[in-house]
């Protein structure tokens, strides 16, 4: 079975421009998380998204936003791409709900891209 | 808001040393407490994993123990090897708006020196 593909690898991009990210999750997860990797702060969580849904989102500003497609297949934008934007975006794909017990919780992640602003 | 503390951000040990990772959280609803691995330009990968109802759990060499009390949970390795050199990072499953959502520490660079 393949794993989380994301495309792609490594993007450079210059302040001001917008970028989107692809995330295809492992088949027949539904559940997709985007995190931002930085050196020092760990894994920032961005959004989760189930079912074309938003279910959660963390603590970034509107110029993050993302979207889920019907093959559970996943983007994240960023808009007005600024330095501190300059990170390594990682999405991780489940089964369900973080949470639920009933549900298979863990999270298996792609190699992320990595996202350099100039 | 919901928060996860990890300490050290970094160890060095020596091969067959014990390593001992611990995390705090805050919120007391979470319930839920994985631990990833991350070795060098590699993506994180799961370890091992513990529920609020359980105080303790082991794999092999690595288990997990959780305070829910206290709020705080441990990751211990023994017998380290340098191939458990990685960057490891502990998780808390918090609610939010009806969901949970998976906060993470700021992870741990462990090294293991031969």
């Known amino acids: 079975k393949a794993g989380v593909t994301q495309t792609p690898r490594y993007l450079i991009k210059t302040r001001g421009q917008q970028v989107t990210l692809s995330c295809s999750p492992i088949?027949?997860?539904?559940?997709v998380s985007w995190y931002q990797q930085t050196p020092g702060q760990g894994l920032q969580f961005l959004f989760e998204?189930?079912?074309?849904?938003?279910?959660n989102k963390g603590n970034f500003p509107g110029r993050f936003s993302g979207r889920q497609f019907s093959n559970s297949r996943s983007e994240m934008n960023v808009s007005t791409l600024e330095l501190g934007d300059s990170a390594l975006y990682l999405c991780?794909?489940?089964?369900?709900?973080?949470?639920?017990?009933?549900?298979?919780?863990?999270?298996?992640f792609g190699s992320g891209t990595q996202l350099s602003v100039l | 808001g919901e928060n996860v503390e990890q300490h050290p951000s970094t160890l060095s040990v020596q091969e067959g040393d014990s390593a001992v990772i611990k995390c705090t959280y805050s919120?007391?609803?979470?319930?839920?407490f994985p631990w990833y691995k991350q070795e060098l330009g590699k993506r994180p990968q799961l370890i091992i994993d513990?529920?609020?109802?359980?105080g303790e759990k082991k794999d092999q060499r690595i288990a997990v123990t959780l305070n829910k009390t206290a709020k705080h949970f441990s990751l211990h390795i023994t017998e380290t090897q340098p191939e458990d050199s990685a960057v490891y990072f502990c998780?808390?499953?918090?609610?939010?708006?009806?969901?949970?959502?998976?906060?993470f520490g700021a992870g741990t660079r462990l090294a293991v020196h031969p």
């Open positions: 991780a794909s489940s089964w369900g709900v973080i949470g639920t017990e009933w549900m298979d919780e863990k999270l298996f």
């Open positions: 088949s027949g997860h539904r559940s």
């Open positions: 998204y189930f079912s074309e849904t938003q279910r």
């Open positions: 919120d007391s609803a979470s319930n839920y």
């Open positions: 513990i529920r609020s109802n359980v």
């Open positions: 998780a808390a499953s918090t609610p939010s708006g009806g969901y949970n959502k998976l906060i």
